[in-house]
């Protein structure tokens, strides 16, 4: 049973604006989440994390933004850059050691239209 | 640059042949993840070791999946028999098992089960 949903699978938006991807999660017990950005035929890389204690972090153009009570979190990019386009992974743990097990969605692929 | 090694990139073999998927970690990294990428599943983990001991291969159908670390430096995913449901993309990713709260992931191995 996925743990951790990515309902879009895609999105595209114009350069410069803003990108929001979308994550949901069914374990309350979680309480550290990241997000990774994947480019073809490479493996996953790690964009931007945050903790339960807090409601949002930014890094740069991006920033991800947690609502506990909703299970919910989101990433979003200001402004967009066709280089942003890619593959975005939420991922969800019971905590920020890297030895604990990552839940990750599906994905959604970004492209960003120059 | 420190990076998660993966051999070979490519694979494409026969129903019913064994398969081995290499991976390298970081020097010094002390955990392992292999992953496997589908379109429905999204990343699903497999199996992870640390200091070398499995620590949770409940994700792996263990009656033709094996995972293994024979020394630090090395981490081998098999498959035997492989049949054409395993097609996908096999990641590696490793940790430091600290506080850090990145898993660096190699490139992948595409595996393609005829």
């Known amino acids: 049973d996925q743990q951790v949903k990515q309902n879009s699978p895609s999105l595209s938006v114009q350069e410069g604006r803003i990108s929001i991807l979308n994550c949901d999660y069914t374990?309350?017990?979680?309480?550290?989440f990241l997000w990774y950005k994947k480019y073809p035929a490479e493996g996953p890389t790690f964009l931007i994390s945050?903790?339960?204690?807090?409601d949002k972090n930014e890094d740069g153009r991006f920033t991800v933004f947690l609502n506990k009570s909703a299970k919910h979190l989101s990433l979003h990019i200001v402004p967009s850059q066709p280089g942003d386009s890619a593959v975005y992974f939420c991922?969800?743990?019971?905590?920020?050691?890297?030895?604990?097990?990552?839940?990750f969605g599906t994905g959604t692929s970004l492209t960003v239209i120059p | 640059d420190a990076r998660v090694t993966q051999t070979p990139r490519h694979k494409v073999t026969e129903m019913g042949q064994e398969v081995t998927m290499r991976c390298q970690p970081i020097l010094g990294h002390n955990t392992v993840f292999w992953y496997r990428q589908t379109m429905m599943q999204g990343l699903e983990l497999l199996a992870y070791f640390r200091n070398r001991a499995p620590l949770d291969d409940s994700g792996m159908p263990k009656d033709r999946f094996s995972a293994e670390m024979p020394d630090a430096t090395l981490a081998t995913l098999k498959i035997q028999p492989s049949e054409p449901r395993d097609s996908a993309v096999y990641f590696c990713?490793?940790?430091?098992?600290?506080?850090?709260?990145?898993?660096?992931f190699g490139p992948g191995t595409r595996l393609t089960v005829l």
């Open positions: 374990n309350s017990m979680f309480d550290y």
């Open positions: 991922a969800a743990s019971y905590g920020p050691n890297t030895g604990n097990q990552f839940y």
């Open positions: 990713a490793s940790g430091s098992g600290t506080n850090t709260d990145t898993q660096y």
């Open positions: 945050i903790s339960s204690i807090k």
